[in-house]
């Protein structure tokens, strides 16, 4: 018999740590997709279908992308992307990962999305304002916590006036300190959550549920309106 697997998880730690300790908080992204497209990883976050919590939001909200344009923050490979490109946005999707970008047009070779690599903490100009609904799942958790807040500002800069950002997020308690976490992921306090909004980026809907998996662990749905 051969050897069990390694927890996807502590594979992504332990490649996570190795970037870190180099002083590269955002270069784990693209060994562990490059790792991953050679079979020596695996990518815990990849489904292989969209976030539960965005399907739902879908199935509540009824959102209608026609003549709407979308940005998928962190799209890593293409799942959450290509449920909103289904509902009719022009839809972007970008990860700082080229592999990732790579494993997302694999995965959807007659995909509508448009698959770019871009660096959230460094966006294209362009994008400033530019998009009606922005969704950023499990990106800004991913990063160490001193660099979350610079994240949290860049996720809400494209949305539009008129449009809308959804952010879903593992939980963290407010009372439990930044030192007790040994990411990644670096889950989000409410403050975090609270964070992302700004004068004319309104918080109107925030849902905390627990993991289907682990019901120990929550997750935020939040929902934003810009003016």
Excluded: C
């Excluded at 289904?86 to 995909?111: C, E, K, M, W």
């Excluded at 916590?145 to 860049?154: D, G, M, R, T």
């Amino acid at each position: 018999m051969g050897e069990p697997a390694e927890d996807p998880d502590l594979v992504a730690r332990r490649i996570a740590r190795e970037s870190l300790d180099q002083d590269d908080p955002t270069g784990w992204f693209e060994r562990l997709y490059s790792a991953a497209s050679e079979g020596a990883a695996v990518v815990p976050w990849d489904r292989g279908t969209a976030h539960p919590l965005l399907t739902e939001w879908v199935e509540e909200s009824g959102p209608d992308g026609t003549g709407k344009t979308a940005l998928i923050v962190g799209a890593g490979t293409g799942w959450d992307a290509e449920l909103i490109a289904d509902l009719g946005y022009d839809t972007t999707a970008f990860d700082i990962s080229p592999s990732a970008v790579q494993a997302a047009q694999r995965n959807h070779p007659d995909s509508k999305v448009h698959y770019v690599t871009a660096d959230l903490l460094a966006p294209p100009a362009e994008w400033h304002r530019a998009f009606d609904l922005v969704v950023e799942i499990y990106t800004v958790q991913a990063l160490p916590i001193e660099l979350q807040p610079a994240a949290i500002k860049q996720v809400g800069e494209p949305v539009a006036p008129g449009g809308t950002l959804l952010v879903i997020a593992a939980a963290r308690a407010d009372d439990v300190p930044d030192d007790a976490i040994e990411g990644p992921p670096w889950p989000l306090t409410r403050a975090a959550i609270d964070s992302f909004a700004t004068a004319d980026l309104q918080l109107i809907q925030l849902t905390k549920s627990p993991s289907p998996a682990d019901p120990s662990i929550y997750r935020w749905r939040a929902e934003y309106l810009r003016d």
